[in-house]
Structure formats: C-alpha cells, structure tokens
C-alpha cells in the first residue's frame, strides 16, 4: 500500500515536473519572443479569426503544427484576457476535402441569422484545394463556414460549403465579415488577385457579390490579400477604413499593409483619397487586420515577418511571432485621412522596474547606465517640443547592433539592421528601411516597443509605424539614444516589461 502510494507520489511529481519544464522551456529558445505570441511548435503566418467573447480575445492563426515552415494550413488557437498574456489551445480546424484552411475571420452570430445557435462564434474562411492546384485547376479558392458553440474550443464544418464559389480566378481568399448595422447584413470583403470584392449575405450563407474595388488604386506590385473593412469616428464623422495587404510590393520590400479611408454605404466603397498609405512602413508587419465583436474599439495584430524570408529565419522550433496588438483611431492632417496606431494600453500590464526622467540634453545619453540592462521585452518613450535627429542604439557585447532613428534632412524614420546578427539566410534583410514622417508638427513623440527579436517603433502618435525583426547571437542589453543636434527630451520614461510567459 505505502509502496503503491509513492509510486503515485512519483509519478505524479515526474508529470508535474515535466509539464513544468516543458511549459517555460518552450518560451526560453534563441531569438523566443517574450512579449509577443508565438507558437510553442511549427510554423506560424497571418492572425485569422479574431473575435472578442465573454472576456477573452480569440486568436486563431494559420499554422503548420509539424514543421517550422509554411505547409498545409490548419487554424491554431489562443486566447488572452488581456492582449499580453496567451495561452495556446489546441487546433481549431484542421484541412478537410475541400483543402487547407486558409486565412480568414470569425463573427459572433449574435441573432443567430445562420441558425447555428444564437453567439456562435462563426468562422469564414477559404478553402485551399491543393489537390486541384496539382491538376492545374483555376478554381482551387473557395470561402466556407464552420461554427462552434463553446468558444471556439470545438468547431463544425457547415455542410453546405463552400458558400462563395470559385468564379474561375485563381488568387480569391481571405474573406472579411463584419455585420452592417443599417442593412441589417453581413459584408465580407474578400482579397481576389488585384482588387476587393464585397460581398453581402442576410445570414452567413448565401451570399451576392455587390461591387468591386480597387483595380487601379493604391499599390500593385503584388498580389492583394488579407482585407479589412470598419469604421472608425473621427469627432463624430464616420470614416471607413480598408485595408489591403500586398505581397510583394511594399514600402521596404515584400510584404506590407496597405490602407485606404472612404465611405462605405453597403455595396459600394468610395476613397476619400486614392494615394498610397501603408499601416507600418517597416517590413515586418503583415497580413494585419483588427479583433471582431470589440465595439467601437478597434485592435489590429499582425504578423510579424515577411514573404521575402519568413521561412528561413533562424529559428529552429517554432517559426514567426505576431505583432504587439494595436488600437488604431483615425485622424486629418495636412488635409488628408491617416489611421494612427498605437500600442495598445494593456502593454501596461508587462510594466516591472521603470525610469523617468525629465528635460534631458541628448547628446549621448547611456540609457541602460540609468535604467538598467535589457533582460527581454522594454518601452521607450519620449517627447520633445522640437525633433531633432537621433539614433536608439541597441547593442551586444558581440558588437552586433540595431539602430532606430530619424533622419532630419530626409524627414525619414529608419531602422538599420546591416549590423544587427544573423542576416546571411536573405540578401535584402540588411537593408535600410525607411518610413517618412507624416506629421508636420515641430514637436513629437516616440515610443519604441523592444523584444529580444524585434522592434516596433510608433512615432508621432503612430502616424508613422515600423516593425523589424532581427536575430543578434546574444539578446541586445544595452541602450542609448544619440543626437548630433541635441535634441532636448521632455519627458522619457523607460518601462523594463515582464515575460508574459512566466
Ligand atoms: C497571406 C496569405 C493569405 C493566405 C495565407 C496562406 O500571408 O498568403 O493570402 O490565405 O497566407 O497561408
């Protein structure tokens, strides 16, 4: 008897130990992101199906559970009550008859329209026939449906699909839906090779195509996929945002996300201007698009890699992060719609150790000699009456560095990662990336969210957005912001953040 108990004892301390281990060892790899989402195994590309229910953000992603490289799409899941903190769920849905299980979104069915249930949380997204592909078909993207009654933990294909076929265009994916309040109906916008098509449907099902948009606006160097379509107050005034992202064909090279502000009346979008605008001009940022079911908030995610090298970066076990999540709001200036981002407030619930300071002279300022070595995830932020350029250097004892800064006479924001580490798997990684300034105002303000593979950089209230990633041979520790003008900071505050893993 007392033998069989601590063999129980034993076991039982064994699995405890086991999960223990395995749980922080999956987050404490090289290059292992400690304030952003990554999965614990395999690949990961673009956020699908986010949605908000009963207190918790859903997460689902498109995911090879077997390899860290791109191969047949299934939908992981995690969910965050706060933005910060995931906890990754087993697979949502896995590939079927009609395919993979391409990028997509989910809605709650609050009045229950599909008759699945009233809140079933419903997914859209596209069915990617392989098999076809094989054949040589056109027609291998169509847009189906699966619901789940018990918050997206258990999922069920609607037998009907798909629900929007293949017209005969190879490239038509990535469907949208949001419900239009004054219609009473479902949207679903829906990337097909260069331009949108809108959808509406009464009820998730049946759906009729209403317009099309696009074909010779914004950026073409690519294939347009990944859209998103909501409004947004600006004092009161509706604005429609679209975005569109686009691979290649951004800013920086490869993949980017590019938007557009208008007006939006159920069938039909008409652009408030028909430049180009891009979410974040750095080249880490794409297939973003923004929760569902948040009322009039919107948070956006990305992905935070790019097509040109998303499969070979080097990392070994697991491939790609998200972006930290964003609250976008929209704004005039010098007569035109720009969408800002910013990090989203619950980055304050990473905040540990901090310094402040006020009314610094920056001619070399050792940050990390006031605040302390980077040991993972950090937040900078400064403001000043007048910018001037400077650089934010983050560094290694290996010599290895990135630097983030802005350059006066081009009135750029840039990010160099020539020197940063590993860079060898992809020629155009070293590149210098640019982001111009949009603000005309002579002040600003900077925050830069650091983690041990990347930086996302918000300057002038997040007119002006980058994102890099970058792989040293050992996590930067220390910090300095230089200036050949002296730039005066008004106020800087240096936030050390928690892993959101421990
Ligand atoms: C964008 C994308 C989508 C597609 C998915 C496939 O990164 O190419 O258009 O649905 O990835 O994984």
Known sequence: MIAKAK??????????????????????????????????????????????LNGKYHLFYQHNPDKPVWGPMHWGHAVSTDLVHWE????????????????????IDKDNTAGFGANAMVAIYTSHSHAMEKDGFDKIETQSIAYSLDEGKTWTKYK???????????????????????????????????????????????????SEFGKNLGAH??????????????????????????????PNGGSAAQYFTGKFDGHVF???????????????????????????????????????????VPTEKWRSANTIARDLSIEKAGGKYLVRSVPSPEISRLYTKNYTAKNVKVKNLDVTAKAGQL?????????????????IVLSNNNGEKVVIGYDKA????????????????????????????????????????????????????????????????????????????????????????NSAWK
């Open 221 to 250: 160097g690519g294939v347009w996929e990944c859209p998103d379509l909501f409004p947004l107050s600006l004092n009161g005034e509706e604005v429609w945002v679209l975005i569109v992202n686009i691979n290649p064909g951004g």
């Open 270 to 312: 008409t652009p408030n201007e028909t430049d180009t605008k891009w979410i974040d001009y750095g080249p880490d940022d794409y297939a973003g698009i923004t929760w569902s079911n948040t009322g009039d908030r919107k948070i956006f995610l990305g992905w935070m890699s790019n097509w040109m090298y998303a499969n070979v």
């Open 410 to 497: 081009a009135n750029n924001y840039f990010i160099d990662r020539s020197a940063s580490g590993k860079s060898d798997f992809h020629k155009d990684f070293t590149n210098t990336l640019t982001a111009p300034r949009l603000s005309a105002n002579k002040n600003a303000d900077i925050i830069l969210v650091i983690d041990d593979a990347s930086v996302e950089l918000f300057a002038d209230g997040g007119l002006s957005v980058m994102t890099a990633i970058f792989f040293p041979q050992s996590n930067y520790t220390d910090i300095t912001i230089t200036s050949t003008e002296k730039l005066t900071i008004k106020n800087l505050v240096f936030n050390h953040l």
């Open 160 to 210: 009907g699909n798909p629900v929007v076929p293949n017209p005969g265009i190879r490239d038509f994916r990535d469907p949208k839906v949001m419900w239009y309040e004054p219609a009473q109906k479902w949207i679903m916008t829906l990337a097909v090779t260069d331009h949108i098509d809108f959808y509406s449907s009464p009820d998730l099902k049946n759906w009729t195509k209403e």
């Open 375 to 391: 040991t993972g995830g950090a937040e900078l932020k400064f403001d000043s009456d007048e910018l001037k350029a400077f650089n």
């Open 7 to 52: 063999w129980l004892l034993l076991t039982a301390f064994v699995i405890f130990f086991q999960t223990s281990w395995s749980q922080s060892d999956a987050y404490t790899d090289k290059h292992r992101p400690q304030i952003h989402f990554s999965p614990k195994k395999g690949w990961m590309n673009d956020p699908n199906g986010m949605v908000y």
């Open 88 to 107: 990754e769920l087993p697979i949502a849905l896995y590939p079927d008859a009609l395919g993979t299980i391409f990028s997509g979104s989910a809605v």
